[in-house]
């Protein structure tokens, strides 16, 4: 690959990221309080309205995971037990599976990324563990005879009282996890590749 061409492909990263920062900071907002603030309400073309349509998007997509996870003990006649966790389990698995992936073959910036995708994944199970005492918040989510999984799983092992507890305190490991992952991405694109330092570890050299 020629020199224009790594310099692109840097360009290219750079704006990427630099895209992704207010979703990374809109997210770190995204708890029940302000699921609740919006409930039922229409989106509008505003900041909080396109950050929760992109969010939304990329959610359908992490939901088809969590519930292929609930298919496959369906299909194996699996316990409730086993049915209700491994939503959860796939919905955090795959991604921990990509950062595995692609750090194996030193890809920083995609193991990163990886690291963000599983940082929004607790986010939201954090949210869904949040209202696991009231089940039927938001019966659209549910629908139809499912079972809120954190309020089996928390009654399974009789910590459904303390569910805003461990809902907040996934919270901040995920927000924490989210920014240091974000944090790590720019300084790799913006300063340990700038040419000035490349310049610098040359000289040492």
């Given at each position: 690959m020629d020199l224009e061409n790594i310099k692109a492909k840097d360009m290219g990263t750079k704006v990427a990221l630099l895209l992704l920062m207010p979703y990374i900071f809109w997210l770190s907002k995204y708890n029940d309080t302000y699921v609740a603030s919006?409930?039922?309400?229409?989106?509008?073309?505003?900041?909080?309205?396109?950050?929760?349509?992109?969010?939304?998007?990329?959610?359908?997509?992490?939901?088809?995971?969590h519930e292929s996870g609930h298919g496959i003990c369906y299909i194996l006649c699996s316990s409730q037990f086993w049915t209700a966790l491994n939503g959860t389990l796939f919905q955090?698995?795959?991604?921990?599976?990509?950062?595995?992936?692609?750090?194996?073959?030193?890809?920083?910036?995609l193991s990163a990324l990886g690291w963000i995708w599983l940082a929004?994944?607790?986010?939201?199970?954090?949210?869904?563990?949040?209202?696991a005492q009231d089940p039927n918040r938001y019966p659209f989510f549910l629908g139809g005879d499912a079972i809120h999984d954190f309020w089996y799983l928390f009654g399974y092992f009789g910590v459904l009282e303390y569910a805003g507890l461990i809902a907040g305190l996934v919270r901040v490991v995920a927000v924490m996890m989210l920014l240091v992952s974000y944090s790590y991405l720019l300084y790799i694109a913006f300063i340990q590749n700038s040419p000035k330092r490349r310049g610098a570890l040359y000289r040492r050299s």
């Amino acid at each position: 690959m020629d020199l224009e061409n790594i310099k692109a492909k840097d360009m290219g990263t750079k704006v990427a990221l630099l895209l992704l920062m207010p979703y990374i900071f809109w997210l770190s907002k995204y708890n029940d309080t302000y699921v609740a603030s919006i409930h039922n309400k229409a989106i509008h073309l505003n900041f909080d309205g396109v950050m929760l349509s992109f969010h939304n998007l990329l959610s359908q997509a992490n939901m088809w995971i969590h519930e292929s996870g609930h298919g496959i003990c369906y299909i194996l006649c699996s316990s409730q037990f086993w049915t209700a966790l491994n939503g959860t389990l796939f919905q955090l698995g795959l991604p921990l599976i990509f950062i595995f992936y692609y750090y194996r073959r030193h890809n920083r910036v995609l193991s990163a990324l990886g690291w963000i995708w599983l940082a929004q994944n607790l986010i939201y199970v954090a949210w869904y563990m949040s209202y696991a005492q009231d089940p039927n918040r938001y019966p659209f989510f549910l629908g139809g005879d499912a079972i809120h999984d954190f309020w089996y799983l928390f009654g399974y092992f009789g910590v459904l009282e303390y569910a805003g507890l461990i809902a907040g305190l996934v919270r901040v490991v995920a927000v924490m996890m989210l920014l240091v992952s974000y944090s790590y991405l720019l300084y790799i694109a913006f300063i340990q590749n700038s040419p000035k330092r490349r310049g610098a570890l040359y000289r040492r050299s």
